[in-house]
C-alpha cells in the first residue's frame, strides 16, 4: 500500500522547462491531463515521455489507439482506459469496436491480429504464442510493425504502471468497468 500521496503539480509547482510544456499541453488539449502533470514530478520526465510517445511510427493512429486500450485494459489502469476510449472514438471507433477491443478482439481481422498480439505480449511480459505472432505477419503487418507495437507496449505500460501506482484522479469520461 503507497503511505505517500501523490499529488498532481501545478504548473507553479514544476519546473520552469516542465511549465512550457503544460503551456503548450494547454494550448493543444485546453488542458493538462492530471498523468501527464504527475509526470513533471521529474523534471525532465515529460519532456522525454512526450518525445517517445510522439514519435514516427508505422503503426496508423487508429492502430496506436486499438493498442494503447488493450494495453491498458490488460494492465488495468482505469486512467489510461478511460483516456484512450475518448482518444479511440476521436479516431473514428465506434463505442461498439471500443468495446470489442477491450475484450481483446476485433471484427476487422487486419485489427483483430493486432490487438490479440499486443494483449498477449502484454499479458505475457514481452512473450507472445506463435500462433498469435504468424497471425500478425499473415494479416500483413511486417517486422517494422512489430518493433513499432512493441516500443508502443512499453510507452503505454509505462503510464498504466505510473497512475496504479499514484492513483491521480482521472480527468477523463471513466472507462465503465466491463
Not at 21 to 33: E, H
Not at 128 to 152: C, P, Q, R, Y
Amino acid at each position: 500500500m503507497i503511505t505517500t500521496a501523490f499529488s498532481v503539480p501545478t504548473r507553479e509547482h514544476v519546473s520552469e522547462n516542465n511549465q512550457i510544456i503544460f503551456d503548450n499541453l494547454q494550448k493543444a488539449l485546453g488542458f493538462v491531463p492530471n498523468l501527464y502533470a504527475t509526470i513533471a514530478h521529474s523534471k525532465n520526465g515529460l519532456e522525454r515521455y512526450l518525445a517517445y510517445q510522439n514519435a514516427k511510427t508505422s503503426l496508423s493512429n487508429k492502430e496506436k489507439e486499438a493498442v494503447n486500450l488493450i494495453v491498458s485494459q490488460v494492465n488495468n489502469c482505469a486512467y489510461c482506459q478511460s483516456a484512450h476510449l475518448v482518444l479511440g472514438k476521436m479516431n473514428g471507433f465506434t463505442d461498439y469496436q471500443l468495446l470489442e477491443i477491450r475484450h481483446g478482439k476485433s471484427s476487422d481481422s487486419k485489427l483483430n491480429a493486432l490487438v490479440a498480439l499486443a494483449a498477449d505480449i502484454t499479458k505475457n511480459r514481452g512473450n507472445a504464442h506463435e500462433s498469435n505472432v504468424n497471425t500478425f505477419f499473415e494479416k500483413g503487418f511486417t517486422n517494422e510493425n512489430l518493433v513499432d507495437l512493441i516500443l508502443l507496449i512499453s510507452d503505454k505500460t509505462a503510464m498504466n504502471y505510473l497512475h496504479n501506482l499514484t492513483k491521480v484522479p482521472v480527468d477523463f469520461p471513466l472507462a465503465p468497468a466491463i
